[in-house]
């Protein structure tokens, strides 16, 4: 009784660090950035720095390459970590078990490091090449700078993340589920398409969005394993500042590439957010 | 009620994550000028306690680019530190945003130490070339650097470039020279005039590349004597616009001799690639991917004795030579000690801290090279001896140069 | 002669050295309810869920209705199993979670929602068709989940443990249910508990398992008056054991008679707890070893903490030396 009744501040000075954090380093550069993007150099207020990536084809090839990019990053990551988790929770050999200790290790690299190691793999000189060359065929990959290296890289990191998501998703169906309805005469796709997936699908599109959105703002990897041309939104956003110093045109692409990553984020809300007449009373 | 809190505590987290992602990824100008750690700023103020009691003035140079150029900052700054000569005048520290980690940073923190109207800062010294230069320039207006009495650097006499300093608040400590770096095993022959390169070039394609000018200094000076070559001789050393705006032939052929040239590179993937960054030129003529390229004469050194770069690859001056720079220091007005600033531009223009330099990361002296001792690897110092720095100071011609490089040629390859 | 429905020869399953069954050999009649009894890990599990087909047996046969099914899979196999938890689809109703069997092999749905209504009218849900598992309380999924086994008509039903995860008085109630569906129904169960009073409650037979082996098979009757090793006799309902010249003496607290001694008598009374309808008594005999006895309430009234008391044992089991490792 008396403890209830003490310290009703506790909760606001746990949340206050993490707040004033969020508040300093996010919220506040946030405004700033839209605040800029209305305005031009000389500080008056203006909407062209907006319409210059509406009017510019660059920039829609950039929008284009940059969905193409998260799209077929998402869905590769998904369907393979999809499999992997399923191999991992439904397998008991000892390669499942390995592959279990090992499928998170990827994330324990620092980024770049794997990215150089990814490239030096497939680059036109990389492991593959020399592989090749010692069969006597002198085979040019053709990944690197290439849509398929941003992709390959991507995926390096994305899988372990997603698979790292769907393996706490499976683990939520328990055996019983599946052997009920082995029981009763269900085949192995029926099992995946009426029992896994219904029961996991709020995590499959979770770890969904969060890949795509990671995507749309990514900024490395397409810089260190992209082509020239096209360019992802994130190299176009480090052009504007860095080749045409162009300050509030960067601002301007910042607002846009956040009200992207706003869509998946809405995306993300309604999967977390919609209540399962099933999921009541948990 | 508790599902509608639920409801809206994770809408405004999942907004917020959503606002760390585009933050985090994509705006360097909004996260970087914030990253200055706290560590930093007790230094500061520990100085300025140092001062007031009487000691030993602490100067920092702020300087951004690779690692070596930190290392080669860092060797001659410590050799400043134990000189009786010099480190009762003033004790160095060096404070270095290396390239490729958040490139921005150095000009924003700046900008941004500015901005608040600071004045006593410990931004003493910038060490940048002219490239790094103009972009503090323009952020921060033309008078932010002071002006530099060189009366009172000594050693400022040693220095072998003194007409091709423009205006009076740059002090050059090394020179920045891209030379043509080539497989000596394929190329028994290299060009020697930059007619012969481009000819070199259409007749093995494939086999010559230059990095994207604007993540690469090497790149950029390919395509900006591209262009000058076509101008008068005076306007490498001139930041006037005019050089633009009244010579757009020029430009023009400039450009079209890149766009001529492009089909004939380095190509993966079914298509022209221009590798990024220095490195990633040189890392194709290390893999025999190309046979070719344009280099900074200092990072092709430094590669090949740490031998990351085979003996086989030699480099080749041309005739006009591709654009050089000078790197050195300038003083920003927010700076506290100015005085102390001074011997210490004075201990970096030394024979000695030129020796250092070379030996660290193989910088061309901007001394008279014969008056250099315990150098390593001397004979390569014959070899690029730069006496013969064509010099550019374009200021923001330079930005001019890379954007219409990003509109025009890069579009190309696809 | 009753008919027979499973009949297992042989069947070995290890896991390791130590886990696992071996040389299993059961049989099951036509509307028995067979309890596989023993403690965690003895090997009732396995029995029943390599039936199932759940587990890959590495040798023997079982033959159901004549027919050997061990190397069919679960879904081919006419047994229908319900599991100690989870065993409802939680995305599903009721009427789903039955209907997914049946739509499986086609029925028509008419027949499926009558085949479903009469179900639930048999396991009492009658009318819950429409709710979600998690608006169920665990008696009530358990329940669902032996109609949702029977809607295909198993010609075996095997339960794993079904009531384990519910509380006592629930689970009281659930037996008697299980053994009016049974009944009602004409069944043929194998049912795996570690409760042996759960166990003696509804089985016909039951086989008690330890460490991978059937130690006795019996009616509850039987295993519960004759226990065949010392394992059983400890395992099933409370048991005084007496050391003896000869070996052990196996009493059962209810056989063990009192009467007020007149001198120091044979033991003295420790403790006297009233359990309900009976009297737990414990004594202190004479060599220091305790005995249990259950009287009846009345007859207990003449008993008190400390008094000197005589007894004998009205039905004794004795188990030699050699016995004693059971």
């Known amino acids: ?282 | 009620m508790n599902q509608s809190v639920k409801k809206m505590v994770s809408s405004v987290l999942v907004i917020l994550m959503t606002m760390v992602f585009t933050a985090c990824s994509s705006a360097p100008q909004n996260s970087s000028s914030k990253s200055v750690s706290s560590g930093e700023k007790s230094t500061a103020q520990s100085e300025t306690k140092q001062e007031t009691s009487g000691e030993i003035p602490t100067v920092t140079i702020w300087g951004s680019g690779g690692q070596e150029v930190r290392e080669s900052l860092q060797a001659v700054a410590d050799a400043f530190n134990v000189d009786a000569d010099y480190n009762t005048k003033a004790k160095v520290e060096v404070q270095f945003v290396v390239s490729g980690t958040s490139e921005q940073s150095l000009v924003d923190r700046i900008t941004a130490a500015n901005q608040a109207g600071e004045t006593d800062t410990d931004y003493d010294l910038i060490a940048l070339d002219d490239s790094g230069i103009s972009p503090i320039i323009a952020q921060n207006g033309e008078d932010f650097f002071v002006p530099i009495d060189t009366t009172k650097i000594p050693n400022y006499e040693n220095v072998v470039f003194k007409d091709n300093i423009i205006g009076d608040t740059f002090v050059p400590y090394r020179g920045t020279t891209v030379m043509l770096a080539y497989n000596s095993e394929v190329v028994s022959n290299p060009p020697k005039t930059t007619e012969e390169l481009y000819q070199w070039i259409k007749d093995n394609p494939g086999r010559f590349t230059y990095c994207d000018p604007s993540t690469g200094g090497s790149g950029y000076t390919f395509a900006t004597t591209a262009i000058y070559n076509q101008l008068p001789e005076e306007a490498a050393t001139s930041p006037d616009t005019k050089w633009k705006t009244e010579h757009t032939e020029e430009w023009d052929k400039g450009f079209s001799l890149l766009a001529e040239l492009h089909p004939y590179l380095y190509q993966t993937a079914g298509k022209v690639q221009y590798p990024m960054k220095n490195a990633g030129s040189l890392d194709l003529l290390a893999n025999k991917q190309v046979d070719m390229t344009t280099a900074f004469v200092n990072m092709v050194l430094t590669n090949k004795s740490m031998g990351t770069l085979p003996e086989s690859i030699k480099l080749q001056q041309l005739d006009p030579a591709f654009s050089g720079a000078l790197a050195g220091f300038t003083i920003p007005k927010i700076g506290k000690d100015k005085e102390a600033a001074l011997s210490v531009i004075d201990y970096y223009l030394s024979y000695e801290a030129q020796s250092i330099s070379w030996n660290t990361m193989y910088a061309s002296p901007v001394v008279d090279t014969n008056k250099l001792e315990n150098l390593d690897h001397s004979d390569w110092l014959k070899e690029t001896n730069i006496s013969t720095l064509r010099y550019f100071a374009i200021g923001s011609l330079q930005k001019d140069i890379a954007v219409r490089w990003t509109e025009e040629i890069a579009p190309l390859a696809q | 002669m009753p008919n027979l429905k499973l009949d297992i020869q042989g069947l070995t399953k290890k896991y390791s050295a130590k886990e696992g069954v071996g040389n299993i050999n059961l049989q099951v009649n036509e509307g028995e309810l067979l309890t596989l009894l023993g403690p965690s890990g003895c090997g009732k599990t396995t029995i029943l869920r390599s039936i199932g087909g759940f587990n890959k047996i590495d040798s023997g046969k079982l033959i159901l209705d004549g027919q050997e099914i061990q190397t069919l899979p679960p879904e081919k196999r006419p047994t229908g199993m319900v599991f100690q938890s989870y065993n409802l689809w939680p995305h599903m109703t009721v009427y789903e979670n039955m209907a997914f069997g049946p739509k499986l092999r086609k029925t028509p749905s008419a027949q499926i929602k009558q085949q479903i209504a009469d179900m639930l009218a048999l396991v009492k849900m009658s009318g819950c068709e429409k709710k979600y598992p998690t608006q169920l309380s665990g008696g009530q999924q358990q329940r669902i989940a032996i109609a949702r086994a029977l809607m295909l008509k198993p010609s075996l039903l095997l339960l794993d443990e079904p009531f384990s995860a519910l509380d006592a008085k629930i689970r009281a109630q659930m037996r008697v249910e299980l053994k009016n569906i049974q009944e009602e129904a004409g069944l043929t169960i194998i049912f795996v508990t570690h409760d042996q009073e759960e166990a003696m409650a509804i089985s016909d037979r039951i086989a008690v398992m330890n460490q991978g082996c059937i130690e006795q098979l019996g009616s509850p009757t039987e295993i519960y008056n004759n226990p065949a090793s010392r394992f059983v006799a400890e395992f099933i309902g409370e048991m005084n054991f007496v050391e003896d010249t000869n070996g052990t003496l196996a009493v059962r607290p209810e056989d063990v008679v009192l009467k007020p001694a007149s001198g120091e008598g044979m033991a003295r009374i420790q403790n006297v707890m009233p359990l309900g309808h009976y009297t737990q008594i414990v004594l202190s005999c004479r060599n220091g070893a305790a005995l249990k006895a259950f009287v009846p309430k009345e007859q207990a009234l003449y008993f008190t903490e400390n008094q000197a008391v005589d007894y004998i044992f009205n039905h004794f089991r004795h188990f030699d030396v050699l016995a004693h490792t059971a």
């Open chain 1, 1 to 282: 009784m008396i403890n209830q009744k003490v310290r009703p501040w506790l909760p606001w000075l746990m949340v206050l660090p993490a707040f004033s954090i969020m508040l300093f380093v996010v919220i506040l550069p946030i405004f700033n950035t839209v605040f800029k993007s209305f305005h031009n150099t000389s500080g008056e207020l203006t909407l062209e720095n907006y319409t210059y990536f509406f009017g510019s084809a660059e920039a829609f090839q950039s929008l284009i390459f940059t969905a193409i990019v998260a799209l077929a990053v998402m869905i590769l990551s998904v369907v393979l970590s999809f499999l992997l988790a399923l191999y991992l929770r439904f397998s008991k050999s000892w390669i499942s078990r390995l592959l279990g200790k090992l499928y998170l290790l990827p994330r324990f690299i620092p980024g770049i490091a794997a990215v150089y190691a990814v490239m030096n793999v497939i680059k036109d000189s990389g492991t593959i090449n020399r592989v090749s060359m010692s069969l006597g065929v002198d085979f040019k990959p053709g990944l690197l700078y290439d849509i398929k290296g941003i992709i390959l890289c991507n995926l390096w990191f994305s899988i372990p993340f997603a698979a790292m998501m769907m393996s706490a998703a499976l683990s939520a169906v328990n055996d019983s589920y599946i052997e009920s309805a082995r029981d009763v005469g269900s085949s192995w796709g029926s099992i995946l398409t009426k029992i896994i997936l219904p029961l996991t699908y709020k995590d499959i599109i979770v770890s969904a969005t969060f890949v795509l959105m990671g995507q749309i703002g990514a900024f490395t990897i397409p810089y260190l394993t992209g082509p020239n041309n096209p360019k992802m939104l994130g190299i176009l956003l480090y052009q504007q500042a860095a080749t045409y110093m162009d300050y509030e045109r960067a601002a301007a692409l910042s607002v846009l590439i956040f009200l992207l990553c706003l869509g998946g984020a809405i995306v993300y809300i309604r999967a977390n957010m919609r209540d399962e007449v099933w999921e009541r009373g948990k």
